[in-house]
């Protein structure tokens, strides 16, 4: 559905250039949701304006069903962008016009039939919840509600296709779930592929298929949600995987405790979450386990459960008690001290 | 108060409507001139959606220049070109092009300043939803900046109110005019302290007119 090949964006002020990204390709499959996570200056922002071309890629081509957007002339771009629709992390309504006003307008400036345009906002103001604030002005409304008028004006062109650029980071976490909620149910009731950035670790494993992660201006690891979230190969993934994990123990404790024994991280995937590893190796072996940090995490096709712990015993004994666990597949990592 | 008015109550409103004629005339024409130019400056700007360097720094350097003239010297300096193009140096219509030419650059920059308030991501939305650019200047930039655009205008009106007041150097009449003529050289004071309470109300009148329309335009 959507493919970039080879995108390079350089931003050249004065005699200062900044390549913000570099050689990157990615593949979003129809009807998936593809998110990028990346800390902010990892070009993940230049790379979705690359996907409609807000941004002009230096060098590469953007693909959107099939057609080079680069390639096309002025007046087929602006046609060809009807297809994708964009949500932004600041909303970017007018100000001066309500909410049924924004969603109508562009369908007016786009020429659609008057009967069909307010079929059209009725329909999705509907589906994002705010038929009742039709008449109200964007500066009555709350953060998420903005977000809803902006879901509602983008899905209002019938796009095949919406970008979102990150559309959940200026909303408070109670929030931001609602409007994760909504994306899922865009995705999953009409159908459209949805790609989005993010810095939120928490929005990639809510909602998202796959996910690529983004580090100075290259995509540096991709794949499944479930993969890269419970075998992080990067160091700049695995910094967000375990980061967001509370797997913040001071390094004083850690250095304490690696001297009485090993300090490792488990990684558990669906089913196994649910099974009591701990007990079994502590009557199976000569080790005394003790967990410092854990907790259960909701991706969108199966949860993970991430353990720290602490193996007091013989060395070797730990060796069996860490081969078990591998045996039954859960993931066994040596925590640096 | 009667008496003040029999004797001098033809003059002053003579010279109240001569000064609006004068207002509005250079007012419509400086509008005509100055939004398009106040939109072209912000279009071809950097980072504008017409970017053209050469027409941007000769129209802002044009407009900085004419800027720089006081009224009173551009009246004078103009004097030939107004003479060509008008006809005639004197009354209503020599006035006319002088202000039409201090006010117009003014209102561009007012315009222009008006317009780049108008939030960025708002046009980005509308140019990813493949809007063309004259749509988004007018449906877009120019509806979201209409209360600071009012607001500019308030300003200019006020402004160019002012300038006419000099237009009696070259026989154009209105209000600043009579104050001038009778107030101080004839030493008519009254007139003077008259015609200032009629200036007075007529700025306060267009400042809250302008106000009260902008407010009802802006939502935020």
Request: hydrophobic residues 25%; without cysteine; charged residues 0%.
């Given at each position: 559905m959507i493919e970039l090949k080879n995108v390079s964006k350089t931003f050249t002020t004065g005699k200062k250039k900044v390549e913000a990204l570099k050689d990157v390709s990615l593949k979003i499959n129809k009807g998936e949701i593809y998110g990028v996570i990346g800390f902010s200056g990892a070009g993940k922002s230049t790379l979705i304006r690359c996907a409609n071309l807000l941004e002009r890629p230096t060098e590469g081509e953007v693909f959107i069903d099939g057609v080079d957007l680069t390639k096309l002339k002025k007046w087929q771009l602006r046609k060809a962008r009807g297809k994708i629709g964009m949500i932004f992390q600041h909303f970017n309504l007018l100000s001066t016009a309500t909410v049924y006003e924004n969603v109508a307008r562009p369908l007016k400036l786009s020429k659609v039939p008057k009967h069909e345009i307010k079929e059209r906002v009725d329909k999705y103001l509907k589906i994002v919840g705010l038929e009742e604030k039709k008449n109200v002005y964007p500066a009555q409304l709350s953060g998420g509600q903005k977000q809803r008028v902006a879901i509602a004006r983008a899905l209002a062109q019938e796009p095949e296709v919406l970008l979102s650029d990150e559309a959940t980071s200026a909303l408070d976490p109670n929030t931001t779930s609602s409007i994760l909620e909504l994306l899922l149910r865009v995705n999953k009731e009409l159908g459209i592929t949805i790609f989005l950035i993010t810095h939120e670790l928490d929005v990639i494993q809510r909602i998202c298929d796959r996910v690529g992660v983004m580090h100075h201006g290259e995509l540096v690891e991709e794949g499944s949600v479930i993969d890269v979230f419970t075998k992080p190969q990067h160091p700049q993934t695995r910094k967000f995987v375990f980061d967001d994990a509370n797997f913040q123990v001071p390094d004083s404790v850690k250095k304490g405790l690696s001297a009485t024994g090993r300090l490792v991280s488990l990684t558990f995937i669906g089913e196994a979450s649910n099974e009591p590893f701990l007990a079994a190796i502590t009557k199976k072996f000569e080790v005394v386990p003790s967990i410092l940090a854990g907790g259960i995490d909701q991706l969108k096709a199966s949860s993970v459960g991430k353990l720290l712990i602490h193996l007091q015993g013989d060395p070797a004994e730990v060796e069996k008690a860490i081969s078990y666990l591998e045996s039954q597949h859960v993931t066994v990592e040596e925590v640096a001290s | 108060m009667i008496e003040f008015w029999t004797e001098w109550g033809t003059d002053i409103t003579e010279a109240f409507w001569q000064t609006l004629l004068m207002t509005g005339i250079s007012l419509a024409i400086s509008i005509l001139i100055g939004l398009p130019l106040g939109i072209l400056l912000v279009m071809t700007r950097k980072g504008g959606q017409a970017e053209n360097r050469v027409f941007y720094s000769i129209v802002n350097t044009i407009i900085n220049v004419i800027r720089s003239i006081p009224f009173i010297i551009l009246l004078f300096l103009l004097l030939p070109l107004t003479r060509a193009l008008v006809?005639?140096?004197?009354g209503v219509e020599g006035v006319i092009l002088p202000l039409v030419v201090y006010t117009a650059p003014y209102i561009a920059r007012l315009m222009e300043s008006a317009l780049l308030e108008v939030n960025k991501g708002v046009i980005e939305a509308y140019e990813s939803m493949g809007i063309s650019t004259t749509k988004i200047i007018w449906s877009v930039i120019i509806r979201e900046a209409r209360s600071t655009m009012i607001l500019g205008l308030t300003i200019a009106t006020i402004g160019l109110i002012g300038a006419t007041a000099m237009a009696g150097l070259v026989g154009a009449g209105g209000l600043g005019d009579l104050a001038y003529q009778y107030g101080h050289l004839r030493f008519e004071p009254v007139v003077m302290y008259v015609v200032i309470i009629i200036l007075i109300i007529l700025v306060q009148a267009m400042q809250t007119f302008g106000n009260v329309l902008a407010r009802r335009l802006r939502k935020d």
């Open positions: - | 006809g005639t140096t004197i």
